[in-house]
């Protein structure tokens, strides 16, 4: 063995045993996790601090929220305070937010207008934010998280996997091609939907909109949105299959706003639009 070797495993050992002690620490000031979230550990004694575990080596949503709190620093996201694996897991702790998570929140007592101009506010400055030009650079530029892996992929979803990453992709065109069916079809035979597909520019998207992850302040107004695990550089009209897929996490006025009284700008809903037809043979649902 050389003298390298030596050195190296008592120092592998050693950090082993602190990344041990620390996950520890962290555990005993945690309550037991919710059966509905069960990676997710609220800190005791009202310390607004939050733990997720991931099922896997790297944390997409440590490397969101590093992202973002350097590029947006003002957006009502938590804040990241410590990142690190243990085992065969990530753990990633962040701030907690307040507010009551919208899905708890009846139509009789959400005023939605006010709400969802908030929510707006917030997509739009993500979508302001610029990419990295190495992303393109890498040709990675689609479907990539903050640290250039991939993203939750819905062709996966179908089949139940939710922790498997798909991307990144050097182009819309590819990424298109692994969620369409009729993708190479339609490119010679609706070049109108490919065209719009295409058309639609790379921004930055939080890929789980869902109604627990919209946070309401008690003014009834947004006080915050969690969950960025699924969140990266995705076509604008991604962030649409949510806010317009009604379901279990989805639904009642907040739903109904998204399908019938809000529209986005022209480019975004032709994309939208393109995705959804039945000649594209879209693998749905997106997120």
């Not at 601090?49 to 790297?58: A, F, M």
């Not at 003014?219 to 969950?227: E, H, K, P, T, Y």
């Not at 994309?271 to 959804?276: D, E, K, L, Q, V």
Request: hydrophobic residues 40%; negative net charge; aromatic residues 12%.
């Amino acid at each position: 063995m050389s003298l390298s070797s030596y050195l190296t495993a008592p120092a592998a050992a050693l950090q082993g045993v602190a990344v041990r002690a620390k996950l520890g620490l962290y555990l005993l000031f945690t309550l037991p996790p919710r059966q509905a979230e069960p990676n997710t550990f609220f800190f005791r004694f009202g310390i607004p601090i939050v733990l997720k575990r991931t099922q896997r080596l790297h944390s997409t949503e440590a490397d969101a929220l590093r992202f973002l709190n350097r590029a947006a620093p003002h957006l009502p996201i938590p804040r990241l305070l410590d990142s690190f694996v243990a085992g065969s897991d990530t753990y990633t702790v962040m701030t907690r937010l307040p507010g009551r998570p919208l899905i708890d929140i009846s139509d009789d007592e959400l005023d939605v207008e006010p709400l969802a101009a908030d929510v707006l506010a917030v997509l739009y400055q993500l979508w302001r934010i610029p990419q990295p030009a190495e992303f393109a650079q890498r040709k990675a530029a689609v479907m990539a998280s903050a640290s250039g892996h991939g993203l939750p992929h819905p062709a996966l979803r179908i089949y139940g996997n939710f922790e498997d990453l798909g991307g990144p992709y050097p182009s819309i065109e590819a990424c298109y091609e692994t969620i369409c069916l009729e993708y190479m079809k339609a490119s010679h035979e609706r070049p109108d939907l490919v065209k719009a597909l295409e058309d639609d520019p790379i921004v930055w998207v939080h890929g789980d909109l869902r109604m627990q992850n919209i946070l309401v302040g008690e003014d009834g107004r947004l006080s915050g949105i969690v969950d960025w695990e699924d969140s990266g550089w995705l076509p604008r009209q991604w962030q649409l299959h949510m806010l317009r897929h009604p379901g279990r996490t989805c639904f009642g006025a907040w739903v109904r706003y998204w399908l019938f009284d809000f529209r986005f700008d022209e480019e975004v809903e032709r994309g939208y639009s393109a995705i959804m037809n039945k000649d594209m043979g879209s693998v749905y649902p997106f997120c």
